[in-house]
Structures are given as structure tokens and as C-alpha cells.
């Protein structure tokens, strides 16, 4: 059994999809653990996104993620973690499957690729991390 970190970003929760995203996640099999609404601080931010520091896109990302508050949800299930980011579709929405969170749901309006609705750990490793930071 795995855990991940679940976020639904703030376009997520601004567009009204949060029921949605976890209605899906649920209907997969996996178990939400813990849930919370969660307006992050920079900092809480900028060392989730560590590994991304120094690129174009961080400064953007950040600015995006402290512009409204995010759903951060504790998520199990078997290889969770692998199976929830095949769940979400690839990063860029205007690319992303259809059948995925991203691919279904996600704008394909010339929006930032940033804005793409959620976030789940690419590892064990990250995911102990960031449930740490996200959940304490
Ligand atoms: P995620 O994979 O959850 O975590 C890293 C995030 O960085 C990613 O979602 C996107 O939101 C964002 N991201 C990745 N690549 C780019 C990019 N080229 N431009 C803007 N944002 C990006």
C-alpha cells in the first residue's frame, strides 16, 4: 500500500471541480486518508517545488499556487502514486489524454501549462516529503 499527495491547484477549486476530481479519485478505489483546504505560504511553496527552483516557469508556478487555496488530500491505495498521476493525465492539459483529470477537464484556452488542475507525488520519496509538508 502507497500514500501521495493530492492537490487540486487553485483553478481546481476556483472552477467548482474539487467534488468532481475526488469523485474520481474515489471511483478508482483509492482512500482519502485526510483532506483540507489549504491557503499555502511562499515558503510552504517554494520547497515543494524545490526541485524546480532556478526555472522559468518557478517564479510563475508560485505566484499561480499562492493565488488561491488548493485542496491538499492524503491519498492510499496499491502503487497509488504511479496510478494517480496516470489518473491525471499529462502535465500540459491541451495535450492530455482523454479519460484523465487533465484531459477531460483541463482548459485548453492558452492558459499557463501551470494551471492544470492537480498535483500528485512522482515518488515514494516525494511523497513522503511533501505529505510532511502539506499535512505536518
Ligand atoms: P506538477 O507536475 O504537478 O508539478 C510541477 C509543475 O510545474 C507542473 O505540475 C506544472 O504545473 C508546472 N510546470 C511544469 N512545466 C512547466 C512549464 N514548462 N511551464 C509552466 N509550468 C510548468
Known sequence: ?????????????????????????EAKGYVI???????PERALLEEHYAEHQGKPFFEPLVEFMLSGPSVAVRLSGDRVIEG?????GT????????????GDLGRDWGLPVQQNLVHGSDSEE???????????
Open 33 to 39: 486518508e485526510d483532506l483540507r483546504l489549504v491557503h
Open 84 to 88: 494517480f498521476r496516470s489518473l491525471a
Open 126 to 136: 516525494s511523497s513522503a516529503r511533501e505529505l510532511a509538508l502539506w499535512f505536518g
Open 91 to 102: 502535465t500540459d492539459p491541451t495535450t492530455a489524454a482523454p479519460g484523465t483529470i487533465r
Open 1 to 25: 500500500m502507497q500514500h501521495t499527495l493530492v492537490l487540486v491547484k487553485p483553478d481546481g477549486v476556483a472552477r467548482g471541480l474539487t467534488g468532481r476530481i475526488l469523485a474520481r479519485i
